[in-house]
């Protein structure tokens, strides 16, 4: 099996995008994209930043193609299909996604890795005021953040928030909480503060994410997740604005 991104140069075309531009908007280094442009293996970590910044799934990108020259696939290669197979399908949220997340301490043993894979991402940034027709002309970022942990012992994430770009200049950092406790009080939406995500070994798991946003964010054109997992601070990429020149962080 040979690797190729094919799939991915098309939908760049598609969005009228260059390389260049990807690069920057996920924050890719010069290097590892030479390995993409020569349809070589690059980390999930790469794979998921561009996912998020497409709002695609892996499976969106990347294509496994059999080659008449290649006859065995070595075990690197092997690792890396059963990551992307996972991450496409947990990243769905279907039935077989469920499936194949319960199934996944088996399949993965053996493996020290995590990622998290950013998907499903709803953004809107408005003024915070009163819209003239009674209504309100709010903000929301909504996500799905799914982690796989191949570690043989949990992994705690922490220290989660949300930082809100405007060009170079960081606007605001806000707290998430977790989408899936809503409830209604008083007339207004309620959510349980997202303080963690505790991961067991060798397992997966999945929360769906709402960030609280306040104000006049209508310059916002970057937001980034920001969270700990033991000592490593870790900033991933959730969305970017089309037209935005920037992307690092």
């Known amino acids: 099996m040979a690797i190729s991104y094919n799939k991915l140069w098309k939908l760049l075309i598609d969005r ?3 390389k260049a531009d990807l690069r920057r908007a996920a924050g890719i280094a010069p290097n590892t ?3 993409l442009n020569r349809d070589e293996e690059v980390t999930l970590e790469t794979l998921g930043k561009i996912c998020a910044i497409l709002n ?3 499976g969106d990108i990347v294509d496994f193609l059999p080659t008449d020259q290649i ?3 070595n075990l690197e290669m092997k690792i890396s299909m059963t990551e992307n197979v996972l991450c496409a399908l947990i990243g769905v949220g279907t039935l ?3 499936i194949v997340g319960l199934a996944f301490p088996y399949l ?3 493996f020290g890795r995590k990622l998290l894979v950013i998907s499903n991402i709803d953004v809107r940034f408005g003024t915070g005021k009163p819209d003239g027709e009674g209504g309100y002309d709010g903000s929301w970022i909504n996500f799905r953040a799914s982690i796989l942990n191949k570690k043989n012992k949990s992994l705690i994430i922490e220290k989660i928030a949300c930082e809100l770009y ?3 200049n960081r606007i605001a950092v806000c707290s998430c909480a977790d989408k899936d406790t809503v409830r209604k009080s008083a007339g207004a939406y309620k959510y349980d503060e997202l303080r963690y995500i505790d991961v067991a070994s060798k397992s997966s798991t999945t929360k769906n994410i709402h960030v609280f946003v306040r104000g006049d964010l209508t310059s916002c054109d970057k937001v980034v997740f920001v969270y700990s997992w033991g000592i490593v601070k870790r900033k991933q990429i959730v969305w970017v604005k089309e037209d935005t020149p920037h992307a690092n962080t």
């Open 71 to 73: 006859t065995e696939v």
């Open 108 to 110: 993965c043993s053996g």
């Open 56 to 58: 695609v799934n892996i």
């Open 33 to 35: 994209m030479t390995k």
């Open 166 to 168: 405007s060009g170079s």
């Open 16 to 18: 009228k995008m260059s």
């Open 96 to 98: 077989l996604g469920t």
